[in-house]
């Protein structure tokens, strides 16, 4: 038989019959770094339109996984994409060094209430180990950047321009120091941040509780109710599942558009939203007769007598009141709750915190008459407190109520909300003016309207991201650093 295979003109390659990627990749690879390829690219590059995309870092705690690999995969497809358009697109990696979970590992590795100089030791060399590893796997996903000179939040430099970007902002009036509650983790003591919150169902004792209307205002209550005078003493009734906070509590809040029921029962006349009314009176066991109706704003600085501290506290009015459960008035402590505390800077209600770092009653906290509740702690307290409201008469139901409740994604329990001094960016604060003093006719501008502006100014893409941004700034509260 005739061999035509050397009168054919067949193509010639270099190209092996088989791929054998598994090999031959993490030399390509090799060979981009040994070239500098990153840095020829620089080289060709230079003085065209730039384009800079700025890299979310992510954070140095962990080998990468599959998000890792998307994420830096699609901003190298961008990088390269701007490159072979004309621009000079330096891809700059970093990592976020600091938070928690890097906290949270050494507390794993080596113990907990180590010192604090040596936290920050073992914190910095954890997260080096971690940059390293993360480093090398993302070479090997072939991402082209400068990896010998990332940024990284722990750098001294970096943490030093921080510092130097604070001070420009104390310089200017914006930063300000105040009590405001937060996410506190009593097993980490520190606060926690809202994506370190998750929700898990809890049984917690729910309980109504009678706050008698002071003697000095019995009048100015019955005026409000259309009435010339009570005839019997009166009660506002409130509905918590956190019996610890009432130490806190600073007022009782009712809504200003709400109708509120002055009802005749065998334990006082009791004052309940209209809406409600019927399912508290079941749940007291109690029947009763309408005298009288209000809103809300009628109520306004009615004084009650606290449950079990000598002292007195207002109804206030704020419309975080809903109709979804309870009696349509709410206990209120700004030291342990936001709305209560968003409602107490209204109408200037102290932050009253009788609760340490450790979740413990500090020692000034006052007695209940069983006992003290200095020492213990706000899940020790709960029992107390029930029953000291039994014993003053003045619990009208409780029972325990299943519900979501928040708790520390790392140690799996139970969080509280507490008052802690922090140190807040003032969203609404004005700058100092531009001459520094007060004294060149214009009024300086808030930093909302700073950030809102500087939106205006931004290109989105895609379009819908600025409307995102837009509702976030306005709505935005102090920000707390």
Not at 18 to 40: F, K, T
Request: proline share 6%.
């Amino acid at each position: 038989m005739a061999d035509y295979k050397n009168t054919l003109n067949l193509p010639d390659t270099p190209f092996p019959m088989r791929g054998d990627l598994a090999r031959r990749e993490p030399q390509w690879v090799a060979a981009w770094q040994e070239q500098q390829l990153y840095a020829q690219i620089r080289s060709a590059a230079r003085g065209r339109p730039r384009f800079i995309l700025h890299d979310g870092p992510p954070y140095a705690n962990g080998d990468i996984h599959i998000g890792h690999a998307v994420n830096k995969i699609l901003k190298d497809i961008i990088v390269r994409a701007k490159t072979l358009a004309g621009f000079d697109a330096p891809y700059i990696p970093g990592w976020d060094c600091h938070g928690l979970p890097i906290e949270h590992q050494i507390e794993k590795l080596h113990g907990k209430h180590l010192p604090a100089d040596r936290v920050r030791e073992l914190c910095r060399a954890f997260a080096s180990a971690q940059i390293e590893r993360q480093k090398r796997d993302f070479i090997r996903l072939g991402v082209l950047g400068d990896w010998q000179r990332p940024y990284l939040t722990m750098n001294f430099q970096t943490e030093a321009d921080e510092i130097r970007a604070l001070g420009r902002i104390l310089e200017q009036g914006y930063l300000y120091q105040g009590l405001k509650p937060v996410n506190w983790c009593l097993d980490c003591r520190s606060a926690l941040a809202e994506a370190e919150v998750e929700y898990e169902d809890k049984t917690s004792q729910a309980i109504d509780v009678a706050f008698r209307v002071h003697a000095n205002h019995a009048a100015k209550l019955a005026h409000a109710f259309g009435l010339t005078h009570l005839r019997a003493p009166a009660f506002a009734v409130i509905w918590t599942t956190t019996p610890w906070t009432l130490p806190a509590n600073e007022a009782v809040s009712a809504h200003p558009d709400f109708d509120y029921e002055l009802i005749e029962t065998a334990k006082g006349s009791l004052i309940l939203v209209r809406e409600l009314a019927d399912a508290c009176l079941r749940r007291y066991g109690l029947s009763g007769k309408a005298i009288g109706s209000a809103k809300g704003a009628a109520l306004e600085h009615v004084l009650l007598e606290h449950p079990f501290q000598k002292r007195e506290v207002a109804i206030i009015c704020g419309r975080h009141v809903t109709l979804e459960a309870g009696t349509g008035l709410v206990h209120t402590a700004p030291a342990h709750g936001t709305d209560d505390y968003l409602i107490g800077k209204v109408y200037g209600l102290p932050v009253n915190n009788p609760v340490a770092d450790d979740g413990c009653f500090v020692a000034t906290t006052p007695a209940l008459a069983s006992g003290p509740l200095a020492g213990r702690s706000v899940w020790e307290a709960n029992p107390l407190v029930v029953q000291e409201l039994a014993d003053q008469n003045l619990l009208l139901a409780a029972e325990p109520l299943q519900h979501s409740y928040p708790h520390c994604w790392r140690h799996k329990t139970p969080i509280i909300f507490r008052a802690t001094t922090q140190w807040f960016v003032g969203m609404e604060q004005r700058a100092v003016s531009a001459t520094g003093n007060g004294q060149d006719g214009e009024e300086a501008p808030t930093l909302r309207w700073c950030a809102e502006r500087a939106v205006d100014e931004t290109q989105f893409f895609p379009t819908w991201g600025r409307a995102r941004l837009e509702a976030m700034i306005r709505t935005r509260p102090d920000w707390c650093v």
